[in-house]
């Protein structure tokens, strides 16, 4: 009991570690990706050069790597986790031992969305953040100083700037109801749904703490885009463990090649190289962020995107219905999206594929350090 304690504590002490080293080398790729994704427009394009000058300093490369790291680590756990459920299942009675890839496409995709669930709240945290590194906040007095917000308002809907022009238009269109009340601008700064219709969402700077996001947008917003979060990581688990497995297969069938007795299951052909592993690995993983970064795009907007509470509410009661088309409401593309839905692709290949390597490598090499102590 005690062995399988430790052995148990020094593949889970191997996985956080390899995740955490990935994660913090990788990181910098991760923040010129995000910054390009949620900064471009339809028009307009950032370079990677555009990026880090907004940024100003290295240290804004590495904001909200603490959130990532956190995800990473319960994420990928469950990933790998829920795969190696199902595919002990579709192992058990076999006498190889093996996995086929359709097998593996299939579990890996049920992975990928239990990733998704569990990292979603990480995710936003760091989106942030990242975005909150490249946003020159001024140093003059802000428009929200020069404007009194109601003590309501204030409380209600943290970070609210009203839009003193859309307000008079309103109060000058209401003052045909009655003249008796004697401020009627004040009244109507006393009602939160005029956010809506006066004002404007702060700056993702201004909500980027747990407490503020909570406040603001509720607790539903942790899991904002999670239907392109779920499509994206889905596909990324599937195309991820299927290409793994048959390069995995590959080299054994061409290790096997020429031995003598000629081997009848995989113990015999005998373990790969950690070498080979983590490079197949690491292709797989870039070919699985290059199927994915289409989804990717949109979750990353999504999240970076202030939404109050109370015009989700507004949305809920007078049933506002997604647009675009079909496809794009069930994977939570927004239509205006459609143009950089490619935005920092090759920075996101990079990324997953020298990660999925890093992640591979080192955790074969802790865990052997490990378990020979």
């Given amino acids: 009991m005690m062995l399988e304690e430790n052995l148990f504590a020094s593949h889970a002490i191997a996985g956080v570690g390899s995740v955490a080293l990935a994660s913090s080398l990788t990181y910098p790729l991760d923040t010129i990706k995000v910054l390009k994704q949620v900064g471009s427009g339809s028009n307009k394009q950032l370079s990677s050069l555009q990026v880090l000058n907004r940024l100003g300093s290295l240290s804004g490369l590495y904001s909200g790597l603490g959130w990532s790291t956190l995800g990473r680590s319960f994420g990928m756990g469950a990933r790998f986790g829920v795969y190696e459920i199902l595919s002990a299942f579709y192992k058990d009675g076999r006498e190889d031992n093996y996995v086929y890839v359709s097998e593996a496409l299939m579990a890996g995709m049920v992975a990928g969305a239990a990733e998704a669930l569990i990292s979603s709240p990480f995710e936003l945290m760091k989106v942030r953040a990242q975005v909150s590194s490249a946003i020159r906040v001024q140093t003059s007095t802000s428009v929200a100083e020069n404007v009194t917000v109601s003590p309501v308002i204030r409380r209600l809907l943290h970070g609210y700037t009203p839009d003193l022009k859309a307000l008079s238009h309103s109060t000058g269109l209401l003052s045909i109801l009655t003249n008796k009340h004697p401020d009627l601008m004040g009244a109507l700064q ?115 995107i202030v939404l109050p509470k109370y015009v989700s509410l507004e949305r809920k009661l007078l049933k506002w219905n997604r647009p675009g088309k079909r496809f794009e409401r069930a994977t939570g593309i927004h239509p205006a999206d459609r143009n950089l839905l490619f935005r920092g692709f090759w920075l996101r290949m990079a990324r997953s594929g020298f990660a999925s390597f890093m992640i591979v490598g080192s955790y074969y090499l802790a865990v052997d350090y490990l378990v020979s102590r």
């Avoid at 219709?197 to 917003?221: F, K």
């Avoid at 994206?232 to 003598?260: E, P, T």
């Fill in 190 to 304: 006393e009602y939160p749904w005029m956010m809506s219709g006066s004002g404007r969402p702060p700056l993702v700077s201004s909500v980027r703490r747990p407490s503020d996001i909570v406040s603001l947008e509720g607790w539903g917003a942790f899991w904002r885009g999670l239907r392109s979060g779920v499509v994206r990581d889905s596909v990324f688990g599937g195309i991820f463990f299927s290409s793994w497995q048959f390069l995995h297969r590959a080299m054994l069938d061409w290790k096997a090649v020429g031995m003598d007795p000629e081997p009848r299951s995989d113990e015999e052909i005998g373990p790969l190289p950690p070498l080979y592993v983590s490079l197949a690995a690491g292709f797989s993983g870039a070919v699985a962020a290059a199927a994915s970064h289409c989804f990717d795009t949109a979750k990353n907007r999504s999240q970076s």
